[in-house]
């Protein structure tokens, strides 16, 4: 790897994470229409890195909201009647995240072998964009309310109002497990349809996306160790490293930004027609 690789490579995670674009999808097609030389791993350690620049990011940029569900967990500021209530909304928050992480987990461990055949061509990716693309833009009127404010404000007790809620874009998470469909992109949409709003739809996406990102990589982490690939990883040096982390946490701010900001303005289905015409051409090479 070079400096303009892990800038790119940086770059690309960043911003696909967080765009409903699917990162895996462009991955995998990626795997398909860039030259052998491209191709070559950047290393584990590396995609340790950018992933934990993405997570990062994430926090960052919810840092409010992070604040206020740890002092909810913590129960500091319950001495007044709003602080108690405030602790109770943030402690119930966390509960649905929770609730809403179970699916994914449940999936991700039960089908493991075939989520890693969906992975190995070109044909899985290709459809999962497409269907990213038709969700997003057949959902484009979803039955929340619309035209509100889409960014971070003071209040918490927003997001979804309960149990089946949480474990409904917690089911839209696990689907998009497979390669080509968009995590953020099915997740807001599902929120969406529950009646939550766009911004607060967002808000519980990202949020969610913390431990789904952080358990990806603990699990690339423990996977790495077990199978000696970490002590390989000496070929990436500490500037390739440090150029991928702060890519893939700048594009990852920027992309969350333009989120919330294409939300307020109903553009975020435009995604839809990018997803189509992505996953089209990686049918016609799957064919081919």
């Known amino acids: 790897m070079n400096f303009g690789a892990s800038l790119l490579l940086g770059i690309v995670q960043g911003l696909t994470e967080f765009l409903p674009v699917s990162s895996s999808g462009h991955l995998v097609l990626g795997r398909e229409l860039l030259p052998d030389e491209a191709l070559q791993s950047p290393g584990i350690l590396f995609e340790i890195v950018v992933h934990l620049g ?7 940029y919810l840092r409010r909201e992070v604040f206020r569900l740890l002092r909810s967990l913590a129960g500091t500021g319950g001495a007044t009647p709003e602080g108690r209530d405030a602790v109770r909304a943030g402690r119930r928050l966390v509960g649905l995240l929770l609730v809403a992480s179970v699916p994914a987990a449940v999936v991700g461990v039960a089908f493991q072998d075939q989520i890693h055949h969906a992975f190995s061509g070109i044909g899985f990716a290709a459809g999962g964009l497409v269907l990213t693309g038709a969700v997003l833009l057949y959902f484009r ?3 929340g309310k619309t035209g509100e404010a889409a960014a971070p404000t003071a209040a918490i007790p927003l997001l979804p109002r309960g149990i089946g809620d949480a474990l409904w874009i917690g ?10 469909v968009s995590r953020s992109g099915l997740t807001i949409v599902a929120g969406r349809q529950r009646g939550v709003s766009p911004a ?5 996406s990202f949020l969610l996306s913390a431990p789904a990102i952080a358990g990806a990589t603990l699990f690339e982490g423990a996977s790495a160790l077990g199978s000696g690939a970490l002590a390989a990883a000496g070929g990436v ?11 893939a946490f700048v594009a990852g701010t920027l992309a969350l930004r ?31």
């Open 171 to 180: 089911a839209a998470q696990a689907v998009a497990i497979l390669p080509g």
């Open 258 to 288: 333009w989120v919330f900001n294409w939300l307020a303005r109903e553009r975020f289905h435009h995604f839809g027609w990018y997803c189509l015409s992505v996953g089209g051409i990686g049918i016609g090479l799957s064919s081919a």
């Open 237 to 247: 040096v500490a500037l390739e490293l440090t150029v991928g982390f702060v890519a």
């Open 200 to 204: 607060d739809a967002a808000r519980f």
């Open 141 to 143: 009127r979803p039955a």
């Open 54 to 60: 993405t997570l990062a990011a994430a926090l960052i």
